[in-house]
Each structure stands twice: as C-alpha cells, then as structure tokens.
C-alpha cells in the first residue's frame, strides 16, 4: 500500500459544560466489526510498505541485540523454607522455565512451571501469581494468554502435576495461609478493578470476606514477609486502608490496622509485636512508625524514621534482626538499614552518577543478607547479597553482555534543565565516551511523568545499538513523577499537569540550546502516559522534533475519563482529574492530544498499540491517528502499526519483543538516515 488509509467520518457529536466536540472517529472502538480490523490491519500494511527501505537493517539489528544475549541463561537462585527457587531460559525457547532444587543447588532440577508449554497454541503469554505452598507441595499460579491482563487462576500439585482445583479467572493477587491447605485472593470486576476477595482451600469452596465498594479502590492480598500475617490492602491513588489476619488462623475475621482517612497512605510488615508502618500522615514523603499488633487501631504509633522534606520513603521491608527504607534522595535510590536492636541505622553507598538500586527476591526472614539488584546505563543488571553485620557486598550475578562490551566505552551523567517556572529539571544521559561533542549529534529524548514514577535508568544491551551508531540516549525526569519525592508528582498531576508538558519541552530546548542536538536530530518518545505526554508536547511545539515515537499512548484523555465503564477510569480520577467537573474538564481539555490536534505541520511519527491492551484502549491511537491524517499539512510519514495478539507491554516472547525493539530503532535511524550506520 503506497498512499495512507484513510477512515471514513462518521460524525457523533456531544455536549459537555456548554462545550461542543464532534468525534468523527468514535466508531473505531467497535473492534468486533469487519470494518475495524480491516482498517487497522490497512494501516499496519501502509507502516510495513513505507519502512520497508529498514528491513535490513531490523534484521540487522535484531541479530545484533541477539548476539548481546546470553540466551541460555538463569536467574541468580534464592532459598524459600527447603528448596532454592529460580528461573531459566534456553536458546530458541521464548519464555522462562521456573524450577527448584532441594536443598542443595547440586540436587536435581524440579520443573514447576514452563511457560513455553503453557504457550502452546496461543500468540501471547504470560505469567501473574507464582505462589509455592509453604509445605512446599503446592504451586498456586496464574495465566493471560491475551494481553488484557485476565489472569486464571490454578493450583496443582507439585509432585504429580494434577489440577487440584477448577480454575478461576479475573484473578489479580494471591496469599496462602501457613497451614497450605487456606488460601486467599482477590478478583476483578468488568473494569478491570481489583474489588473482592475470597477465602477458599481445595476442599472448601471460596467464600467472599471482603468486598470494596468505593470504585476509587483496588484490593491486594499478601503475606508479611515474617510470614505471620495475611494482609489484605485496599488502596486508591491518594488513600490506603487495611487488615489482616493471623497467618495461622485464616478462618479468622479480617481486623482493621487503620481505619481509612482520606489522603492518608499507608503500607505495612511486621515484626515481633508490632506492624512497621511507611505513611504519609506527617508529610508527602512518608515517614515510619511501628504500632502495637495487639490493639493497632488504638495502640500509639510511635516514630521509627520521621518525615523529611529531601528525602522520599518509598518502601519498606522487616527481617528477624533489621529493617530496611528503600529511599530517594536527590532523585536517586539510597538504601538504609536499621537494626532492631540497638536502633542504629546505616545506608548502602553506590558511587555512579546516575544509577538504579532496588530489591531483588528475600525469601529469608532469619538473616544477616539483604539481596539487591543494581544497575545504571552503563551497567549492566547486577545482583548483590549486603552483610548488614559487615557491610560488605556480594556480587552474585551481573547479567552477561556478549560480544566484548566495555562500559569504559561510554559515559553517563546528570544535568539539569531550566523549567518556565524556574524548577531545575533532572536529565540523564548516556552516549559513547568517543562522540563527537564538537557539533550537535542525534539525541533519543523519552519520558514519562505520570502516577509519581521515576523513570528507570537502567541498562539496557538493545540500547547499545543506537549509541554505537552515535545516538545518545537521555531521560527527561519531568514533574508528575517521583524522582524528586512527592512533591515531584503533586507538581505535575490534576490541575497542575501541564508542568509535566512545559518540562520536557524546557529539556528539549536545553538539549537544542546548550548545542548537543538540533531540531533535524532530536527523536522523542514515550509510552502509556508517556504516550501522551508525546502527543501533548507534539501539539504544543511540534517544531522542536524531528520524529517521534509514541507506544500505547493515552492520547483520547477527555472521551476515555468520561466512560466509567472501562479499566482505571474511575481510579484514575484521582491522577488526571474529572471531566464530569466543569473545572476538571477545562483543564484535561486544554492538554489532550486527540481534542487538540490542529492544521499544522507535526514531525514523523510511529504510533504503537495492541489489540488486547486494557489500559490504553487501541482505539486511542487509532482515532488521533485518522484524525492526525486530515489536519497534518506536511508530507512526514505518519505510522500506526498494531499488534494484534498482545497487550499494553507488546509482544510477551523474548523473540519476538526484540523484534518490536529492532523496528522501533530502524524507524529512528531510518529518519535520521543513519540506515548504514
């Protein structure tokens, strides 16, 4: 196909707070019509026929990131009660196989999951609870084989491979009991939302124990890390409430920990006689308090590490003899430890600029080890067990980069960028220590600042393939994230949002300005709400970019926060705000991309989505790209391709999820003609 599909109009007006819109597009969230997977897969021949001049070079890069690959490969192993757990992959397979040994890593391999043979006769799968009896005899674990994230539940037992109950779908979170025969999980309803949960064991059927009835709310089941406690959490973007029972009396009432207040936030572990609390009820940032297990509703909450304005508590976790904050401070990961007994507290010290530090898999309660993982951009994932007594660390495993690879060859650091505001903007930045830095070079530009997320500086070996060709890599650590805390991601959510757009267009001016790229070389990209900070950016100043690649992007925001029949909606009135409000909707109207597109000239664009994707609906995409096609007054290619058997993360086989890498880096190259390198 030479010429770009075009969809047919088909007009269907509404009103809203004295306002007007026409959508002539609407008609393409009918997916189940003929006409709909005609178009899309018309535009998915329209993508392969004008990138076809890059086929070459995605094969070229595929088996080049291929070759990166230590393809037969497992994870580093972790003891659970009597067994080592891990997972392995082997050439040519596209997924993980879970395994365990017995007692010892010389022991024989027990298979207990294969994703591969669970992938039999389906495009897509993937795995969600994976959840080992405390006996050890029972594997509780759950399925997608769409991409919309309906997971089914199964238990079977282990030593005989036999299904030992019916399987139940919708389910989105697990527990068992300490007995391994009492079981608990939650399920969802038709959008999507996490609501109920039941208690049931093989020879009981389930029985419901708790059902959420705020449509703000998700519930999640869990174990304390002691193993003593079930916790069943109910939470909302900005509010948390929650209960338990003892892990030995599963047939007992749930009982509250803290009643819910609105805005207040709070997580939970346990030890000895007390809950250790992370909340936010001192401040944005949390703090932690510990509160009688006996009587935690009206116990004292007494102060373990109090709120600070510098320093963002993003999680906790309890061991027999320490505690651990998971902290941020100055936008980067630090690690304190705080022992039970005397109360004298240390911090994990990491000296790169730019780095990721997180925890790995601690199945042990009784030990001096806490396990990591680490990485940065140039560092590859790496995995450490930290002597709390010593403090020494450990290096257990860093993922393998075939092929020669020498992290002396490139570089990373941190600048900072001026926003309309005066507020200094984070960015990171990765490129070959050999570039030439005496003339503006090509700049792959993502972001992301949504739901007080950091974005991830990690390391990626595909990424490789663009620095080597002389593209650098930078992230744009815009507000409406959590790199700075919570204040971080108050600065950039409901009424505030457009900072996160006024941000990233301040980076990419500072990248422009200081003479690292130009316009002609600058190539942005995001996904999901970094989709649509993509098409916010775009309508704002399109001139800025040479192209841009969008992945699953949030870009229909007015339309889809009005229809509370589909995923998140409702939850997410708390993220992006109302547009049944006549003040939330001026705001949310002002930015989203698909009511704001305009006749004008906008960079090239690879637009991405899946069929089956439940959080941003494909249809998103597809209408602000048919839309985009009759207003555009440029000549750049505008691209729409469409996966139809995955979801909101693409293709779920390894294979096949490089292959999408592969076409996204030839679409970026092929537009700043790079093709031969």
């Known amino acids: 196909m030479t010429s770009p599909p075009i969809a047919p109009r088909r007009p269907r007006a509404c009103e809203l707070h004295g306002y007007q819109f026409v959508d002539d597009y609407a008609w393409l969230r009918d997916r189940e019509t003929p006409e709909v997977g005609a178009y899309l897969s018309a535009e998915n021949g329209y993508a392969d026929n004008v990138l076809g001049p890059t086929k070459a070079l995605q094969e070229e890069l595929y088996r080049e990131m291929l070759r990166r690959i230590k393809q037969t490969d497992l994870t580093v192993p972790y003891r659970?009660?009597?067994?080592?757990?891990?997972?392995?992959?082997?050439?040519?397979?596209?997924y993980s196989t879970y395994c365990r040994k017995y007692g010892s890593l010389d022991e024989a391999e027990e298979?207990?999951?294969?994703?591969?043979?669970l992938a039999v006769g389906h495009s897509f799968m993937a795995l969600g609870v994976y959840s080992v009896s405390p006996d050890g005899k029972l594997l509780a674990y759950s399925t997608d084989s769409t991409g919309f994230r309906d997971h089914t539940l199964s238990v079977k037992d282990i030593a005989t491979g036999a299904q030992l109950m019916t399987p139940v779908p919708r389910v989105s979170s697990f527990?068992?009991?300490?007995?391994?025969?009492?079981?608990?999980f939650t399920i969802e309803d038709d959008t999507k939302r996490a609501y109920r949960c039941y208690r049931a064991a093989l020879s009981v059927p389930p029985e419901l124990t708790y059902e959420e009835a705020d449509e703000r709310f998700r519930v999640h089941v869990g174990v304390t890390r002691s193993q003593q406690f079930v916790v069943l959490e109910s939470g909302s973007h900005t509010t948390t409430e929650a209960r338990f029972v003892p892990s030995r009396s599963p047939e007992d009432s749930w009982q509250v920990i803290a009643e819910r207040v609105q805005d207040r936030e709070y997580e939970v572990d346990h030890h000895g006689e007390h809950f250790l609390i992370?909340?936010?009820?001192?401040?944005?940032?949390?703090?932690?308090?510990?509160?009688?297990?006996a009587d935690p509703s009206n116990g004292p909450w007494e102060e373990l590490l109090p709120h600070r304005d510098d320093v963002m508590v993003e999680g906790i976790d309890c061991f027999s003899g320490f505690w651990v904050a998971w902290e941020r401070r100055a936008g980067l990961p630090n690690i304190r430890i705080t022992s039970f007994a005397t109360g004298a507290s240390h911090d994990i010290a990491f000296d790169e600029a730019v780095y990721e530090a997180y925890p790995s898999t601690n199945r042990q309660w009784d030990t001096r080890l806490l396990r990591y993982g680490y990485e940065s951009l140039v560092t590859p994932g790496s995995v450490f067990d930290y002597d709390v007594v010593t403090g020494l660390s450990v290096l257990l495993k860093q993922r393998e980069v075939l092929g020669g690879y020498d992290p002396g060859a490139y570089v990373s650091e941190r600048i900072t960028a001026v926003a309309r505001d005066g507020t200094a903007i984070p960015v990171s930045i990765v490129g070959r220590r050999d570039r030439d830095r005496t003339k503006p070079g090509p700049i792959h530009l993502a972001g992301y600042g949504a739901y007080g997320l950091p974005f991830p500086v990690g390391f990626s070996s595909n990424r490789l393939s663009l620095l080597d060709?002389?593209?650098?890599?930078?992230i744009a650590h815009i507000r409406g994230g959590g790199e700075l805390g919570r204040r971080w991601h108050d600065e950039g959510r409901m009424a505030a949002k457009?900072?996160?757009?006024?941000?990233?267009i301040a980076v990419a001016e500072h990248l422009i300005g200081t003479g690292r790229t130009d316009r002609d070389q600058l190539i942005i990209e995001g996904g999901s709400a970094g989709g649509l900070l993509m098409g916010a950016v775009l309508n704002l100043r399109p001139?800025?970019?040479?192209?841009?690649?969008?992945?699953?992007?949030?870009?229909?925001?007015?339309n889809t926060m009005l229809d509370t029949s589909l995923p998140l909606t409702v939850a997410e009135f708390e993220e992006w705000g109302n547009p049944a409000d006549p003040a939330?909707?001026?705001?949310?109207?002002?930015?989203?991309?698909?009511?704001n597109l305009q006749a004008r000239e906008y960079p090239t664009m690879l637009v991405r989505t899946s069929l089956n994707d439940s959080q941003v609906m494909y249809w998103e995409p597809a209408k602000y790209v048919a839309k985009l096609r009759t207003l555009k007054t440029d000549a750049n290619p505008l691209l729409l391709t469409t996966n139809m058997g995955a979801g909101h993360g693409g293709a779920s086989g390894r294979y096949d999820r490089l292959r999408e890498v592969a076409l996204d880096f030839a679409f970026m190259l092929w537009v700043l003609e790079r093709i031969d390198g």
């Open 498 to 504: 457009m900072n996160t757009f006024t941000d990233f």
């Open 543 to 558: 001139e800025l970019f040479r192209a841009a690649v969008l992945r699953v992007p949030f870009v229909d925001v007015v």
């Open 111 to 117: 298979v207990l999951v294969d994703v591969n043979e």
């Open 469 to 474: 060709r002389g593209v650098v890599y930078a």
């Open 175 to 184: 527990a068992w009991a300490a007995d391994s025969h009492w079981f608990f």
């Open 278 to 293: 992370r909340t936010n009820d001192a401040g944005r940032n949390f703090r932690v308090a510990r509160i009688p297990v």
């Open 80 to 94: 659970y009660v009597d067994h080592w757990y891990y997972s392995r992959t082997e050439e040519g397979k596209q």
């Open 584 to 595: 939330q909707f001026t705001w949310l109207a002002a930015y989203c991309p698909y009511r």
